[in-house]
């Protein structure tokens, strides 16, 4: 069964701190993992993508790593804002006849505090 | 370039009654999705046009829900009648084709009392 999970499930840093989310999947054929921020009451924003070859993919302060032989992804934050307070998302994207149809983790939700 | 377009951002209802939720895709993406999602939890697929065909609706509760997209652009979703465990937030999504980056709409916000 295809399934995405994520860790921790909520977390609270001080403003400034880094911090690190994980995503473990068992994804099979493998297309793509996503990282998506969704700030309450708002729909999921792309902050990355990476395919089966890329290890690593920055975007600003955020960046994300994927361990496609262990299925493994990563998203890190550094310097961390009040505005990065939201619920990061994990999806991993696999092939059917159909085309590509995603799997969604139920998410980290992350706190920044002063 | 616009984003996705949904309304309302808000709705409440009383149990057994019907509710429609309109979505405007980003001009020329193909491929439209709509999502629920319930507090907590991630976004679960209802249902996948590719145009104005359906490409998969195997997780839609087709005695209460139902969904179209006449012309291959804008979509409605509707519920009828709506349950107390409806309430969540119902996400459009579109792509430029069935392989490519998603683009969420805000949402709308469905509280069934």
């Known amino acids: 069964k295809n399934q995405v999970e994520q860790s921790p499930q909520s977390l609270i840093i001080l403003e400034g701190k880094n911090c690190t989310l994980q995503?473990?999947?068992?994804?099979?054929?493998?297309?793509?993992l996503r990282w998506y921020k969704q700030d309450t009451g708002r729909g999921p924003v792309s902050l990355t993508i990476m395919t089966f070859s890329e290890n690593t993919k920055s975007n600003g302060r955020y960046t994300a790593t994927l361990d496609a032989d262990t299925k493994q992804s990563s998203l890190h934050i550094t310097a961390s804002q009040l505005s990065d307070s939201a619920s990061y998302i994990c999806?991993?994207?696999?092939?059917?006849?159909?085309?590509?149809?995603?799997?969604f983790g139920t998410g980290t939700q992350l706190k920044v505090e002063l | 370039e616009a984003g996705v377009a949904q309304s309302p951002r808000y709705k409440i209802i009383e149990k057994r009654q019907s509710v429609a939720f309109w979505c405007n895709p980003i001009?020329?993406?193909?491929?439209l999705y709509w999502y629920q999602q319930i507090l907590g939890q991630g976004p679960k697929l209802l249902i996948q046009?590719?145009?104005?065909?359906?490409?998969?609706d195997s997780q839609l509760p087709k005695d209460r829900f139902s969904a179209e997209r006449l012309k291959g652009v804008d979509s409605t979703l509707k519920i009828q009648p709506a349950k107390l465990e409806d309430s969540a937030v119902y996400l459009c999504a579109s792509s430029v084709d069935r392989e490519d980056g998603y683009t969420f709409g805000s949402g709308t916000r469905l509280t069934v009392v």
């Open positions: 995503c473990n999947y068992t994804v099979s054929p493998f297309s793509n």
């Open positions: 046009f590719q145009n104005n065909g359906v490409v998969d």
């Open positions: 001009s020329g993406h193909a491929t």
């Open positions: 999806v991993v994207s696999f092939f059917t006849g159909g085309g590509n149809k995603l799997t």
